[in-house]
Nanobody
Framework: QVQLVESGGGWVQTGGSLRLSCVASGDIFTNYAMSWFRQALGKEREFVASVARNGGPKLYADVVKGRFRISRDNAKNIVYLDMDSLKPEDTAVYYC?????????????????WGQGTQVTVSS
Protein backbone atom coordinates (compact mmCIF):
# COMPACT_ATOMS: atom_id res chain seq x y z
CA GLN A 1 0.00 0.00 0.00
CA VAL A 2 1.01 3.61 -0.40
CA GLN A 3 2.99 5.55 2.21
CA LEU A 4 2.35 9.27 2.67
CA VAL A 5 4.60 12.07 3.91
CA GLU A 6 3.27 15.60 4.38
CA SER A 7 5.26 18.82 4.46
CA GLY A 8 4.73 22.56 4.19
CA GLY A 9 3.08 23.34 7.48
CA GLY A 10 4.16 26.26 9.61
CA TRP A 11 3.15 29.51 11.21
CA VAL A 12 1.35 32.26 9.32
CA GLN A 13 -0.58 35.39 10.15
CA THR A 14 -4.29 35.79 9.51
CA GLY A 15 -4.91 36.32 5.83
CA GLY A 16 -1.73 34.56 4.80
CA SER A 17 -1.17 31.56 2.57
CA LEU A 18 0.50 28.19 2.79
CA ARG A 19 0.98 25.25 0.46
CA LEU A 20 0.95 21.75 1.90
CA SER A 21 2.45 18.85 -0.02
CA CYS A 22 1.98 15.12 0.38
CA VAL A 23 4.38 12.76 -1.34
CA ALA A 24 3.21 9.20 -1.96
CA SER A 25 5.40 6.15 -2.43
CA GLY A 26 5.22 2.40 -2.41
CA ASP A 27 2.26 1.78 -4.69
CA ILE A 28 0.58 3.06 -7.83
CA PHE A 29 -0.43 6.61 -6.95
CA THR A 30 -3.19 6.77 -9.53
CA ASN A 31 -5.03 3.91 -7.81
CA TYR A 32 -5.90 6.28 -4.98
CA ALA A 33 -8.30 9.10 -4.45
CA MET A 34 -6.45 11.59 -2.25
CA SER A 35 -7.78 13.75 0.54
CA TRP A 36 -6.81 16.24 3.20
CA PHE A 37 -8.19 16.22 6.72
CA ARG A 38 -7.39 18.33 9.76
CA GLN A 39 -7.60 17.99 13.51
CA ALA A 40 -7.60 20.94 15.85
CA LEU A 41 -6.58 20.52 19.47
CA GLY A 42 -9.39 18.91 21.41
CA LYS A 43 -11.55 18.33 18.35
CA GLU A 44 -12.28 15.43 16.04
CA ARG A 45 -10.52 15.01 12.74
CA GLU A 46 -12.53 16.61 9.95
CA PHE A 47 -12.62 16.37 6.18
CA VAL A 48 -11.11 19.28 4.26
CA ALA A 49 -10.87 18.34 0.59
CA SER A 50 -10.56 15.43 -1.82
CA VAL A 51 -9.46 14.93 -5.41
CA ALA A 52 -10.26 12.00 -7.65
CA ARG A 53 -7.66 9.63 -9.06
CA ASN A 54 -7.56 11.42 -12.38
CA GLY A 55 -7.31 14.87 -10.82
CA GLY A 56 -10.70 15.93 -12.13
CA PRO A 57 -13.55 15.89 -9.61
CA LYS A 58 -12.87 17.69 -6.34
CA LEU A 59 -14.83 18.19 -3.16
CA TYR A 60 -14.36 20.74 -0.41
CA ALA A 61 -15.72 21.23 3.07
CA ASP A 62 -17.93 24.30 3.22
CA VAL A 63 -15.63 26.00 5.73
CA VAL A 64 -12.72 26.04 3.27
CA LYS A 65 -14.55 26.40 -0.04
CA GLY A 66 -13.23 29.34 -2.03
CA ARG A 67 -10.09 29.62 0.13
CA PHE A 68 -8.41 26.23 -0.26
CA ARG A 69 -7.56 24.35 -3.43
CA ILE A 70 -6.59 20.70 -3.75
CA SER A 71 -4.60 19.42 -6.71
CA ARG A 72 -2.43 16.46 -7.62
CA ASP A 73 0.51 15.80 -9.89
CA ASN A 74 0.28 12.18 -10.93
CA ALA A 75 3.66 12.30 -12.64
CA LYS A 76 5.33 13.27 -9.34
CA ASN A 77 3.07 11.32 -6.94
CA ILE A 78 2.22 14.48 -5.01
CA VAL A 79 -1.02 15.98 -3.78
CA TYR A 80 -1.15 19.63 -2.77
CA LEU A 81 -3.36 21.77 -0.62
CA ASP A 82 -3.08 25.48 -1.37
CA MET A 83 -4.53 27.53 1.46
CA ASP A 84 -5.33 31.22 1.12
CA SER A 85 -7.02 33.77 3.39
CA LEU A 86 -6.11 31.70 6.41
CA LYS A 87 -7.95 32.23 9.65
CA PRO A 88 -7.06 31.33 13.25
CA GLU A 89 -9.76 28.65 13.15
CA ASP A 90 -7.77 26.91 10.40
CA THR A 91 -5.11 26.11 13.00
CA ALA A 92 -4.78 22.32 13.14
CA VAL A 93 -2.66 19.34 12.27
CA TYR A 94 -3.31 18.62 8.60
CA TYR A 95 -3.27 15.03 7.42
CA CYS A 96 -3.00 13.60 3.96
CA UNK A 97 -5.10 10.51 3.31
CA UNK A 98 -5.48 7.95 0.55
CA UNK A 99 -8.22 5.55 -0.44
CA UNK A 100 -7.85 2.79 -2.99
CA UNK A 101 -10.89 3.33 -5.20
CA UNK A 102 -11.97 1.74 -8.46
CA UNK A 103 -13.79 4.75 -9.86
CA UNK A 104 -11.24 7.13 -11.38
CA UNK A 105 -13.74 9.96 -10.86
CA UNK A 106 -14.50 9.03 -7.26
CA UNK A 107 -13.98 11.28 -4.26
CA UNK A 108 -12.86 9.98 -0.86
CA UNK A 109 -14.41 11.49 2.26
CA UNK A 110 -13.05 8.58 4.24
CA UNK A 111 -9.59 7.14 3.82
CA UNK A 112 -7.69 3.97 4.61
CA UNK A 113 -4.14 5.31 4.81
CA TRP A 114 -2.86 8.33 6.69
CA GLY A 115 0.26 10.41 6.69
CA GLN A 116 1.89 11.60 9.91
CA GLY A 117 0.46 15.12 9.73
CA THR A 118 1.87 18.62 9.52
CA GLN A 119 1.06 21.47 11.89
CA VAL A 120 -0.50 24.67 10.59
CA THR A 121 -0.77 27.59 13.00
CA VAL A 122 -2.57 30.80 12.05
CA SER A 123 -2.08 33.72 14.42
CA SER A 124 -4.54 36.56 14.83
Amino acid sequence: QVQLVESGGGWVQTGGSLRLSCVASGDIFTNYAMSWFRQALGKEREFVASVARNGGPKLYADVVKGRFRISRDNAKNIVYLDMDSLKPEDTAVYYCGARDILDQYGIATTVDIWGQGTQVTVSS
